[in-house]
T-cell receptor
Framework: DAGVIQSPRHEVTEMGQEVTLRCKPI?????LFWYRQTMMRGLELLIY????????DSGMPEDRFSAKMPNASFSTLKIQPSEPRDSAVYFC????????????FGPGTRLTVL | AQSVTQPDIHITVSEGASLELRCNYS??????LFWYVQSPGQGLQLLLK??????LVQGIKGFEAEFKRSQSSFNLRKPSVHWSDAAEYFC????????????FGAGTRLFVKA
């Protein structure tokens, strides 16, 4: 079975540009999480969805960040405009229903903002 | 406050030696407990989880962990480390009732020397 799919795997952009990260959760999973990982701050939860509805976006750093989940099989995380301090690895994870809250992670998108 | 503490930022062990990674948590009620492993350039992979019952749980790759309620600990062990175990290890907690938010520790990086 395919795991969580993220695209692109690597993104290099210039400051001020819009960046869109994409995630396809595992089929049948009904919760989706976006994380950011940096050396300084470790793994940070940005936002999570349950049944396509955003439940907690308190981790979104500022209004430049937005996330959507238009259907059960797709989510996006957008940064507009991007800044160098947004450089990080962004992970998407999904969780099956009626589980013990274990999460399944994608391979991540390494974002570099110049 | 809810938190997960991994007191060792990094640990170095010799191949074939035993391993113990420490994890302590602070949580209102007994949560679900997890260990994840992250190899370089990869996402996090679930090693094992505890949700109830036997306090010694077995996971993949020969790992085990013991839940000690009195010490609020969930230490990870392996009797004989292989070079391929070199990675970063994250302890995590999630609610056992209501909610999906997982709290991750800062991680312990394991180095294996020949």
């Amino acid at each position: 079975d395919a795991g969580v799919i993220q695209s692109p795997r690597h993104e290099v952009t210039e400051m001020g540009q819009e960046v869109t990260l994409r995630c396809k959760p595992i089929s049948g999973h009904n919760s989706l999480f976006w994380y950011r990982q940096t050396m300084m701050r470790g793994l940070e939860l940005l936002i999570y969805f349950n049944n396509n509805v955003p439940i907690d976006d308190s981790g979104m750093p500022e209004d430049r960040f937005s996330a959507k989940m238009p259907n059960a099989s797709f989510s996006t995380l957008k940064i507009q405009p991007s800044e160098p301090r947004d450089s990080a690895v962004y992970f998407c994870a999904s969780r099956p229903p009626a589980s013990y809250n274990e999460q399944f992670f994608g391979p991540g998108t390494r974002l570099t903002v110049l | 406050a809810q938190s997960v503490t991994q007191p060792d930022i990094h640990i170095t062990v010799s191949e074939g030696a035993s391993l113990e990674l420490r994890c302590n948590y602070s949580y209102g009620a007994t949560p679900y407990l997890f260990w994840y492993v992250q190899s370089p350039g990869q996402g996090l992979q679930l090693l094992l989880k505890y949700f109830s019952g036997d306090t010694l749980v077995q996971g993949i790759k020969g790992f085990e962990a013991e839940f000690k309620r009195s010490q609020s600990s969930f230490n990870l062990r392996k009797p004989s480390v292989h070079w391929s175990d070199a990675a970063e290890y994250f302890c995590a907690v999630a609610p056992s009732t209501g909610g999906f938010k997982t709290i991750f520790g800062a991680g312990t990086r394991l180095f294996v020397k020949a």
